[in-house]
């Protein structure tokens, strides 16, 4: 059972990526699922949570605007669009699962997958 994040890379700023997040053993649709950030030397910050069904969506405001997330679960899949990014948006960004409801923490995560690196050139 396990949770892959995948898409990240070098980009500049003012770019875009879009982050995907695919689940093996582990039917994403049966949680609500989030992508949490970590740059070094920072604490974890939660920058998007989505609902079970998608209908409920989280984004802080230190995204907002520029992040989407959206989840398609036909294809047990998580996705995050990431647009005009900064060289602030660099880190390691990790698809997590949680048993609760969509939240605003990253603490709210209970089952994580590996990261992708994003990073931000100015």
């Known amino acids: 059972v396990q949770l892959q994040a995948s898409g990240g890379g070098p980009v500049q700023a003012g770019g875009s990526l879009r982050l995907s997040c695919t689940a093996d053993g582990f039917f994403l649709g049966s949680s609500a699922i989030g992508w949490v950030r970590q740059a070094p030397g920072k604490a974890r910050e939660l920058v998007g949570c989505?609902?079970?069904?998608?209908?409920?969506?989280y984004i802080p405001r230190s995204v907002e605007g520029r992040f989407t997330i959206s989840r398609d679960n036909g294809k047990n899949t998580m996705y995050l669009q990431m647009n005009s990014l900064k060289s602030e948006d660099t880190a390691v960004y990790y698809c997590a699962a949680t048993s609760s409801a969509v939240g605003k923490s990253a603490a709210i995560m209970n089952f994580w997958g590996q990261g992708t690196q994003v990073t931000v050139s100015s």
């Open positions: 989505i609902s079970r069904d998608g209908s409920g969506i």
